[in-house]
């Protein structure tokens, strides 16, 4: 690896918040405040995807912006590879890769220039610059586009521009992406999904934010929920999905269209097992275990009668539709 300068062993942290806390005073002549987050603990660790998950206005974005040094914590400590931002922020901010949540390279230079631009005003050394930017095109896949005008890129290899302008950092150790993905078609975000696997391989802490639920399901190696500006949820993907009281779901479709028999067998289901969403064509069940030999046969059963019906495990969305929005999770 060349782009990155020593990184850190795995397992150590690159980020520690103790106790976030941010009030915004309101404008205007009505006054008041808006307390946006409260109470954030969080650890990063070197080698390790961490997402943050959330509704809008969660309080994801604010929490990014105080680990960058953007935005003061009104309250709580903030430690990026041990250096506290607020206390030494142009220290800590050489450990700091940031992609903001509304963010676009500049159209007219091409990847390589952009790089070298940002990691000249970032401060890395002239004698230096070259081989730096060499390393980091090769660290984000970029090097066969080096020397392509960005507008010309698609939409993927944009965000790995951006990828590479916040690599440009002195040393970069916590890579902080604010929806890193959004508005990407399904290849372009597979890219971007790809070089975060590298990144963490290559020993980067990576704290990022999506409201792509499988996204963090693939990708984060523990996930964290926000809603009104509190950690309320936070473990590993099993960890999560482990919280639900049911380990499955068996789905059937075409419920709407369904022969004699198999509508008396589907409305018997239904005074057995939970239903989590009745829709005229659809109906969800909850089961608890979605691999007994009692719910494969009724499946089994179904499928006999001519009903499209599959059982699936529980998913990080259906965990995550329950913390949330509770009454209105699946209802
Ligand atoms: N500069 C600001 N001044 C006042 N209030 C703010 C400011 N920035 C954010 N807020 C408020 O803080 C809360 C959290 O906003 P934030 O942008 O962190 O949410 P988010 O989780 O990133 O949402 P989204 O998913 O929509 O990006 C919201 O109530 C928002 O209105
Ligand atoms: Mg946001």
């Known amino acids: 690896m060349v782009g990155l300068v020593s990184p850190l062993p795995h397992g150590t942290p690159v980020l520690e918040a103790r106790g976030v806390r941010r009030v915004f005073a309101h404008r205007g002549p009505v006054g008041g405040e808006t307390v946006a987050n409260d109470n954030l603990d969080l650890t990063v660790h070197a080698g390790e995807v961490v997402a943050l998950l959330g509704p809008n206005g969660a309080g994801k974005s604010t929490f990014l912006r105080q680990v960058a040094g ?7 400590t903030i430690r990026v590879a041990g250096v506290d931002i607020v206390a030494h922020p142009v220290e800590a901010k050489q450990f700091l890769s940031v992609i903001p949540q509304e963010c676009e390279p500049i159209r007219e230079l091409t990847a390589a220039e952009q790089v070298r631009y940002f990691g000249a005003i970032k401060g890395i050394p002239r004698a230096e610059l070259e081989s730096r930017v060499e390393g980091i095109l090769h660290d984000v896949g970029l090097w066969d586009q080096k020397d392509k005008i960005v507008r010309e890129l698609s939409g993927g290899f944009k965000r790995r521009v951006l990828i590479a302008i916040a690599m440009a950092a002195g040393s970069p150790r916590l890579l902080l992406l604010d929806e890193p993905t959004t508005g990407l078609d399904p290849e372009a975000r597979r890219q971007v999904w790809q070089l975060i696997r590298d990144l ?47 380990r499955g779901r068996l789905i059937v479709l075409g419920a709407d269209r369904l022969r004699p028999e198999a509508a008396e067998e589907l409305k018997a289901l239904e005074r057995r097992w939970t239903v989590s969403l009745r829709e005229p064509a659809t109906v969800w069940f909850e089961v608890s275990d979605p691999f007994n030999p009692e719910t494969v046969g009724v499946l089994a059963r179904l499928t006999s009668l001519g009903v499209m019906a599959s059982l699936r495990p529980v998913s990080l969305e259906d965990a995550y539709l329950s913390v949330v929005a509770p009454s209105e999770a699946l209802a």
């Open 70 to 76: 953007q935005l003061l914590p009104s309250a709580g």
């Open 200 to 246: 963490r391989r290559r020993g980067l802490g990576i704290l990022l934010t999506t409201h792509y639920i499988e996204e963090a399901e693939l990708l984060a190696d523990r996930v964290v929920v926000i809603s009104g500006g509190r950690f309320i949820v936070q473990g590993t993907v099993d960890e999560i999905r482990g919280r639900l009281p049911y």
